[in-house]
């Protein structure tokens, strides 16, 4: 996991190829955000079910964040490792 300071790119530092101006070089610090994106990205829940053991405004709430979860879970990720 790269740490990235807060002068990061200022002055050119980390900027350069082969990590001649410092750590982590760009790519690094690139490359460790599309694992933490990847690793962040939610499971889609396939298995819960809001049914009659909650009440009206509970099976709501259940269900809305169910579908906003399998939203996120749908949503492509753009940035990744090559």
Same mark, same amino acid.
């Given at each position: 996991? @790269?740490? &990235?300071?807060? +002068?990061?790119?200022?002055? $050119?530092?980390?900027?350069?190829? $082969?990590?001649?101006? *410092?750590?982590?070089?760009?790519?690094? @610090?690139?490359?460790? &955000?599309?694992?933490?994106?990847?690793?962040?990205?939610?499971?889609? &829940?396939?298995? @819960?079910?809001? *049914?009659?053991?909650? *009440?009206?405004?509970?099976?709501?709430?259940? +269900?809305?964040? /169910?579908?906003?979860? +399998?939203?996120? @879970?749908?949503?492509? &990720? /753009?940035?990744? /490792?090559?």
């Amino acid at each position: 996991m @790269a740490k &990235i300071p807060t +002068n990061f790119g200022s002055g $050119g530092s980390h900027l350069t190829p $082969g990590g001649a101006a *410092g750590t982590p070089s760009l790519a690094e @610090a690139l490359r460790d &955000i599309a694992d933490d994106l990847a690793a962040a990205k939610p499971a889609p &829940i396939t298995a @819960a079910d809001a *049914g009659a053991a909650y *009440g009206p405004a509970e099976q709501a709430l259940l +269900n809305a964040l /169910k579908a906003q979860l +399998n939203a996120l @879970a749908a949503a492509p &990720i /753009k940035t990744t /490792k090559g």
